[in-house]
Protein backbone atom coordinates (compact mmCIF):
# COMPACT_ATOMS: atom_id res chain seq x y z
CA UNK A 1 0.00 0.00 0.00
CA UNK A 2 1.67 3.28 -1.16
CA UNK A 3 -0.77 5.78 1.45
CA UNK A 4 1.93 8.55 2.92
CA UNK A 5 2.16 8.89 6.87
CA UNK A 6 -0.17 11.39 8.71
CA UNK A 7 3.05 13.55 9.48
CA UNK A 8 3.83 14.24 5.74
CA UNK A 9 4.94 17.53 4.64
CA UNK A 10 3.10 20.82 3.65
CA UNK A 11 5.08 20.20 -0.09
CA UNK A 12 3.25 16.88 -0.36
CA UNK A 13 -0.12 16.74 1.93
CA UNK A 14 -2.42 16.43 -1.41
CA UNK A 15 -0.73 13.89 -3.14
CA UNK A 16 -2.27 10.08 -2.27
CA UNK A 17 -0.17 7.92 -4.48
CA UNK A 18 -1.56 4.64 -5.40
CA UNK A 19 1.69 3.59 -7.82
CA UNK A 20 5.26 2.89 -6.70
CA UNK A 21 6.74 5.17 -9.12
CA UNK A 22 4.41 8.10 -8.08
CA UNK A 23 5.57 7.47 -3.85
CA UNK A 24 9.26 7.94 -5.61
CA UNK A 25 8.32 10.84 -7.26
CA UNK A 26 6.48 12.41 -4.00
CA UNK A 27 9.62 11.42 -1.77
CA UNK A 28 11.79 13.56 -4.16
CA UNK A 29 9.23 16.10 -4.17
CA UNK A 30 9.57 16.21 -0.28
CA UNK A 31 13.53 16.16 -0.28
CA UNK A 32 13.69 19.22 -2.72
CA UNK A 33 11.10 20.67 -0.99
CA UNK A 34 9.06 21.68 -3.66
CA UNK A 35 5.90 23.57 -3.64
CA UNK A 36 3.25 22.57 -6.93
CA UNK A 37 3.57 26.11 -8.34
CA UNK A 38 7.51 25.61 -8.38
CA UNK A 39 7.42 22.31 -9.93
CA UNK A 40 4.94 23.39 -13.16
CA UNK A 41 6.86 26.52 -13.56
CA UNK A 42 10.05 24.70 -13.50
CA UNK A 43 8.17 22.24 -16.02
CA UNK A 44 7.15 24.93 -18.42
CA UNK A 45 3.84 26.02 -17.80
CA UNK A 46 3.10 29.55 -18.00
CA UNK A 47 1.60 31.06 -15.03
CA UNK A 48 -2.00 31.84 -15.82
CA UNK A 49 -2.05 27.66 -16.33
CA UNK A 50 -0.63 27.51 -12.80
CA UNK A 51 -3.92 26.36 -11.19
CA UNK A 52 -4.54 24.07 -13.75
CA UNK A 53 -1.04 22.34 -14.16
CA UNK A 54 -1.17 22.06 -10.32
CA UNK A 55 -4.33 20.36 -10.36
CA UNK A 56 -2.98 18.03 -12.94
CA UNK A 57 -0.19 17.49 -11.09
CA UNK A 58 -2.13 16.01 -7.59
CA UNK A 59 -4.44 14.05 -10.43
CA UNK A 60 -1.29 12.50 -11.68
CA UNK A 61 0.36 11.54 -8.25
CA UNK A 62 -3.17 10.39 -7.03
CA UNK A 63 -3.79 8.04 -10.14
CA UNK A 64 -3.24 4.02 -10.17
CA UNK A 65 -2.07 5.22 -14.11
CA UNK A 66 -0.06 7.82 -13.44
CA UNK A 67 -2.64 9.79 -15.91
CA UNK A 68 -1.69 7.40 -19.23
CA UNK A 69 -4.99 6.59 -19.19
CA UNK A 70 -6.02 10.15 -20.36
CA UNK A 71 -7.90 10.68 -17.72
CA UNK A 72 -6.41 14.35 -17.61
CA UNK A 73 -4.68 16.27 -20.74
CA UNK A 74 -4.32 19.63 -21.53
CA UNK A 75 -2.35 21.42 -24.60
CA UNK A 76 1.12 21.47 -23.27
CA UNK A 77 1.58 18.06 -22.57
CA UNK A 78 0.67 14.75 -23.79
CA UNK A 79 0.71 12.12 -20.41
CA UNK A 80 4.03 10.64 -21.45
CA UNK A 81 5.50 13.77 -21.99
CA UNK A 82 4.46 15.66 -18.27
CA UNK A 83 6.03 12.06 -16.44
CA UNK A 84 9.10 12.66 -18.45
CA UNK A 85 9.08 16.22 -17.95
CA UNK A 86 8.48 16.21 -14.40
CA UNK A 87 11.15 13.28 -13.52
CA UNK A 88 13.03 16.01 -15.16
CA UNK A 89 12.74 18.66 -13.71
CA UNK A 90 12.95 17.43 -10.08
CA UNK A 91 16.85 15.44 -11.26
CA UNK A 92 15.89 12.06 -10.16
CA UNK A 93 17.85 9.30 -11.87
CA UNK A 94 14.84 6.85 -11.94
CA UNK A 95 16.38 3.40 -12.90
CA UNK A 96 12.62 1.59 -13.61
CA UNK A 97 10.89 4.66 -15.15
CA UNK A 98 10.38 3.06 -18.30
CA UNK A 99 9.59 -0.48 -16.99
CA UNK A 100 7.10 1.20 -15.63
CA UNK A 101 5.69 3.09 -18.27
CA UNK A 102 5.85 0.33 -20.51
CA UNK A 103 3.86 -1.88 -17.59
CA UNK A 104 0.87 0.57 -17.60
CA UNK A 105 0.77 0.78 -21.29
CA UNK A 106 -0.01 -3.15 -21.63
CA UNK A 107 -2.01 -2.91 -18.47
CA UNK A 108 -4.45 -0.20 -20.14
CA UNK A 109 -4.24 -2.23 -23.37
CA UNK A 110 -5.02 -5.86 -22.60
CA UNK A 111 -6.70 -4.99 -19.04
CA UNK A 112 -8.62 -1.52 -19.44
CA UNK A 113 -12.16 -3.15 -19.76
CA UNK A 114 -11.52 -6.60 -18.00
CA UNK A 115 -10.82 -5.55 -14.37
CA UNK A 116 -13.11 -3.39 -12.56
CA UNK A 117 -11.88 -0.43 -10.34
CA UNK A 118 -11.96 -0.43 -6.76
CA UNK A 119 -12.19 3.01 -4.74
CA UNK A 120 -12.20 3.14 -1.11
CA UNK A 121 -13.61 6.33 0.62
CA UNK A 122 -14.39 7.57 3.63
CA UNK A 123 -17.86 9.10 4.30
CA UNK A 124 -17.32 12.34 5.90
CA UNK A 125 -18.75 15.10 7.10
CA UNK A 126 -17.23 18.69 6.74
CA UNK A 127 -17.81 21.33 8.43
CA UNK A 128 -16.63 23.96 5.45
CA UNK A 129 -16.40 27.76 6.05
CA UNK A 130 -17.23 30.46 3.99
CA UNK A 131 -13.51 31.17 3.30
CA UNK A 132 -12.96 27.50 2.33
CA UNK A 133 -12.20 27.64 -1.37
CA UNK A 134 -12.50 25.32 -3.77
CA UNK A 135 -9.01 24.07 -3.76
CA UNK A 136 -8.93 23.99 0.38
CA UNK A 137 -12.54 22.22 0.10
CA UNK A 138 -10.82 19.48 -2.69
CA UNK A 139 -7.93 18.97 -0.74
CA UNK A 140 -9.20 18.34 2.33
CA UNK A 141 -11.86 15.87 -0.27
CA UNK A 142 -8.82 14.38 -1.22
CA UNK A 143 -7.80 13.04 2.59
CA UNK A 144 -10.80 10.93 2.03
CA UNK A 145 -9.79 8.72 -0.15
CA UNK A 146 -8.08 5.13 1.33
CA UNK A 147 -5.97 3.78 -1.94
CA UNK A 148 -6.02 0.42 -2.32
CA UNK A 149 -3.06 -1.97 -3.70
CA UNK A 150 -2.81 -1.47 -7.66
CA UNK A 151 -3.35 -5.26 -7.82
CA UNK A 152 -6.88 -5.20 -5.87
CA UNK A 153 -8.95 -6.33 -8.77
CA UNK A 154 -6.69 -9.66 -9.78
CA UNK A 155 -7.33 -11.01 -5.49
CA UNK A 156 -9.64 -13.33 -4.57
CA UNK A 157 -12.38 -12.15 -2.78
CA UNK A 158 -11.29 -13.82 0.43
CA UNK A 159 -7.69 -11.46 0.13
CA UNK A 160 -9.71 -8.77 -0.91
CA UNK A 161 -12.03 -8.59 1.96
CA UNK A 162 -8.89 -8.51 3.71
CA UNK A 163 -6.96 -5.71 2.43
CA UNK A 164 -9.75 -3.48 2.10
CA UNK A 165 -10.45 -4.32 6.43
CA UNK A 166 -6.72 -3.35 6.69
CA UNK A 167 -7.11 -0.02 4.08
CA UNK A 168 -10.04 1.19 6.49
CA UNK A 169 -8.10 0.64 9.72
CA UNK A 170 -5.02 2.27 8.69
CA UNK A 171 -7.17 5.28 7.12
CA UNK A 172 -9.15 5.87 10.09
CA UNK A 173 -5.84 5.41 13.01
CA UNK A 174 -4.34 8.06 10.53
CA UNK A 175 -7.08 10.10 9.94
CA UNK A 176 -9.65 10.00 12.53
CA UNK A 177 -9.54 13.74 14.46
CA UNK A 178 -6.94 14.41 12.44
CA UNK A 179 -9.13 16.38 8.83
CA UNK A 180 -9.39 19.58 8.36
CA UNK A 181 -12.70 21.78 8.82
CA UNK A 182 -14.13 19.82 11.41
CA UNK A 183 -14.18 16.43 9.52
CA UNK A 184 -15.76 13.39 10.87
CA UNK A 185 -15.48 9.74 9.79
CA UNK A 186 -19.18 8.22 9.66
CA UNK A 187 -18.12 4.98 7.68
CA UNK A 188 -16.32 3.74 4.61
CA UNK A 189 -17.77 3.00 1.36
CA UNK A 190 -16.35 0.48 -1.37
CA UNK A 191 -17.38 1.48 -5.16
CA UNK A 192 -16.70 -1.08 -7.96
CA UNK A 193 -16.71 0.03 -11.44
CA UNK A 194 -16.38 -1.83 -14.45
CA UNK A 195 -16.70 0.11 -18.27
CA UNK A 196 -17.03 3.17 -16.32
CA UNK A 197 -19.97 2.76 -14.86
CA UNK A 198 -20.50 1.52 -11.14
CA UNK A 199 -21.58 -1.61 -10.79
CA UNK A 200 -21.66 -2.08 -6.54
CA UNK A 201 -21.27 -0.04 -4.02
CA UNK A 202 -20.70 -1.35 -0.61
CA UNK A 203 -20.88 -0.01 3.00
CA UNK A 204 -18.47 -0.51 5.39
CA UNK A 205 -18.91 0.54 9.66
CA UNK A 206 -15.55 1.96 11.06
CA UNK A 207 -13.08 -0.01 12.71
CA UNK A 208 -13.99 -2.50 15.27
CA UNK A 209 -11.33 -1.16 17.93
CA UNK A 210 -12.83 2.81 17.02
Not at 38 to 62: E, W
Not at 115 to 142: C, H, I
Amino acid sequence: MFNLPATHSKYTRYYRPQHSLARRIITQIDTCERRPQDITKAMGYPLKHTIPACDRLRHVLSSEKLGLDGSYIDAYFTPEQFLEKLVSVLDMQDETFEEDIAQIKYDLAHYAYLLPKYRLRADVDFEFTAGANWMSRGGAAQLAHAHLPENIARMTETEREVIVQKCIDEHYKNYNGNLPYGGVIKGYWLTIEQHGEVISKVEYGLPVKS
